[in-house]
T-cell receptor, first 120, second 119 residues
Framework: AQTVTQSQPEMSVQEAETVTLSCTYD???????LFWYKQPPSRQMILVIR??????QNATENRFSVNFQKAAKSFSLKISDSQLGDTAMYFC?????????????????FGKGTKLSVIP | GAVVSQHPSRVICKSGTSVKIECRSL??????MFWYRQFPKKSLMLMAT?????????EQGVEKDKFLINHASLTLSTLTVTSAHPEDSSFYIC???????????????FGSGTRLTVV
């Protein structure tokens, strides 16, 4: 079984500054995905960024980037130029994959979340 | 992008009655749908996994007879909370896998959630 740990229940950052949210995971799987999801006050889950475990290059999506350390089983999210709209709960999630076939729909394992507040 | 439409967004029901929550995939076929429950300020807890045309798989501790899941088509999955009680009050979210084939297309999309209040 997989576990995902987010050790920061709450964080705050000044608008336009940079913040890093931490996530560690434990698994014996070799093929997997890692995700960061955002849940704003509307409660809609929104995909922020995705990382395939076989890729060494860290994923980036505009102001969002990850630091993926596979050996350390660490997957942190960096938000640059923080905006008020970034205020939300952020969940780190793990999903195993069966390789290149694309078959199967494996469940996501979520961390407990980090509540991020962007301060004007 | 792929969208899952979830209804209703809010529902209040009397104790002892049943409530149905629907999730529809609007522009893709959802072979598998996941149902989550979320308590205030908590993470998502997987309740069950539904596969089109077959019985749902429930997580340990989730009552199958209370939370009935039906996945009759590739675009519709429903969760029925039967004989609801105040302790069933919660936020329920569905999610479907999107893409497949190449790993780079893999992901999940979520419904907007249903806030259930049992009085």
């Amino acid at each position: 079984a997989q576990t995902v740990t987010q050790s920061q229940p709450e964080m705050s950052v000044q608008e336009a500054e940079t913040v890093t949210l931490s996530c560690t995971y434990d698994t014996s799987e070799s093929n997997y995905y890692l995700f960061w999801y955002k849940q704003p006050p509307s409660r809609q889950m929104i995909l922020v960024i995705r990382q395939e475990a076989y890729k060494q290059q860290n994923a980036t999506e505009n102001r969002f980037s990850v630091n993926f350390q596979k050996a350390a089983k660490s997957f942190s999210l960096k938000i640059s130029d923080s905006q008020l709209g970034d205020t939300a709960m952020y969940f780190c999630a793990f999903m195993k994959h069966d390789g290149y076939s694309g078959a199967g729909s494996y469940q996501l394992t979520f961390g407990k979340g980090t509540k991020l507040s962007v301060i004007p | 992008g792929a969208v899952v439409s979830q209804h209703p967004s809010r529902v209040i029901c009397k104790s002892g009655t049943s409530v149905k929550i629907e999730c529809r995939s609007l522009d893709f076929q959802a072979t598998t749908m996941f149902w989550y429950r979320q308590f205030p300020k908590k993470s998502l807890m997987l309740m069950a996994t539904s596969n089109e045309g077959s019985k749902a798989t429930y997580e340990q501790g989730v009552e199958k007879d209370k939370f009935l899941i039906n996945h009759a088509s590739l675009t519709l999955s429903t969760l029925t909370v039967t004989s609801a009680h105040p302790e069933d009050s919660s936020f329920y979210i569905c999610s479907a896998r999107v893409g497949g084939g190449y790993i780079s297309n893999y992901g999940y999309t979520f419904g907007s959630g249903t806030r259930l209040t049992v009085v």
